[in-house]
C-alpha cells in the first residue's frame, strides 16, 4: 500500500483515508463532511487550472479546493 495525499490521485481512483493534517477548523468540517480514517473515498474528476476535486465518499459528492484535498492522506490497495 502507497500513501500519498489526496490531491495526488487521478480522476477514477479509490483509496482509504489515513489521517487529516489541518487545523482544527478545517479538521472538523471534513469530519461533518463524511472525511473520517478508515473510509473509502474516490476521486471522481479534477477541475482545470487547480481547480477543485469532486470526491465521492458513500454516496456523498463532495467539492475540495486542492490545498485542502493536500492535507488529508489516503493510501491505494
Not at 461533518?32 to 465521492?56: D, H, M, N, T, Y
Not at 456523498?60 to 491505494?76: G, H, M
Amino acid at each position: 500500500m502507497s500513501a500519498l495525499t489526496l490531491a495526488q490521485l487521478h480522476s477514477g481512483d479509490t483509496a482509504t483515508i489515513v489521517a487529516i493534517h489541518a487545523e482544527e477548523a478545517l479538521h472538523q468540517r471534513l469530519l461533518a463532511l463524511g472525511f473520517r480514517s478508515g473510509k473509502q473515498i474516490e476521486l471522481i474528476r479534477k477541475a482545470s487550472f487547480s481547480g477543485p476535486l469532486q470526491v465521492r465518499i458513500g454516496t456523498t459528492d463532495i467539492l475540495l479546493r486542492r490545498n485542502e484535498a493536500a492535507k488529508i492522506t489516503v493510501c491505494r490497495p
